[in-house]
């Protein structure tokens, strides 16, 4: 007799924008200044250690790897590293512009190869109803257009990565300035703290969101453009409601 496998649960927005963005955001600014001479140190284990929990526990809980996920605990303890080993400004600004424009190389190599980012993030039997889609694509023999489809879907996803890469580098030279060597290393501690708090929290509201809707748009028009290489409407494309 054999199982069915589990359907792997969809993930919380509102758990992820909590235990990723606001919690550490106020433990950064708030906890360190309560907690005495070592609270700055404190603060920033603890601010580190949320996301990289929940991270490991919505691996757990749901069943299936998430690269996006495993890169940004790696980018947690890249930033833990830098705060703990006392470096900061120009350190902390390249290593924000580096992860998005890592991602971004990634996906626009992608493009050029046989399974382009956008076919593994959208084209699979959870989303949407790739059976009929690629029966009908090969009865109109419209292969080449549906190649030609994925691939500028996945460079302009892998352009708004390149735009967030420079966006996160704007925005950190601004929020990472230089902190004074004559205060004490407590006091250092806690303005790094909170720019690494400003990064976050502003990070989100001024490049996440609107990269998000960036991707919302690509991913519609992508849809948009398969319905008018099928024939068939966005119902029919489309398993998930």
Not at 39 to 50: E, K, R
Not at 214 to 237: C, H, P, Q, W
Request: aromatic share 10%; with cysteine; net charge positive.
């Amino acid at each position: 007799m054999t199982s069915t496998p589990k359907t792997a649960k969809p993930e919380n927005p509102l758990l992820n924008l909590a235990f990723n963005i606001i919690l550490p955001v106020i433990i950064l600014q708030q906890l360190g200044k309560r907690l005495g001479e070592h609270g700055p140190v404190i603060a920033l284990g603890v601010a580190l250690a949320i996301p990289l929990a929940y991270g490991i526990w919505d691996y757990l809980s749901r069943g299936h790897k998430n690269y996006i996920s495993l890169l940004g605990m790696v980018n947690v303890g890249i930033t833990g590293g830098f705060a703990l080993f006392k470096l900061e400004g120009l350190w902390f600004a390249v290593k924000e512009a580096a992860f998005p424009a890592i991602l971004g190389v990634g996906v626009a190599a992608s493009g050029f190869s046989r399974r382009p980012f956008i076919q593994m993030m959208i084209c699979n039997d959870q989303v949407l109803h790739m059976e009929q889609i690629l029966a009908a694509i090969s009865t109109k023999g419209r292969q080449s257009d549906f190649a030609q489809l994925c691939k500028r879907s996945t460079l302009w996803l892998a352009g708004s990565f390149g735009l967030s890469s420079a966006m996160n580098l704007a925005l950190a030279l601004l929020i990472f300035t230089p902190i004074s060597l004559e205060l004490p290393d407590a006091e250092r501690a806690q303005i790094l703290n909170e720019q690494i708090a400003r990064m976050t929290g502003w990070g989100y509201v001024a490049i996440a969101l609107p990269l998000m809707v960036f991707t919302g748009v690509v991913i519609y028009f992508f849809l948009k453009r398969l319905s008018e290489i099928t024939e068939m409407n966005l119902d029919a494309l489309m398993r998930a409601k």
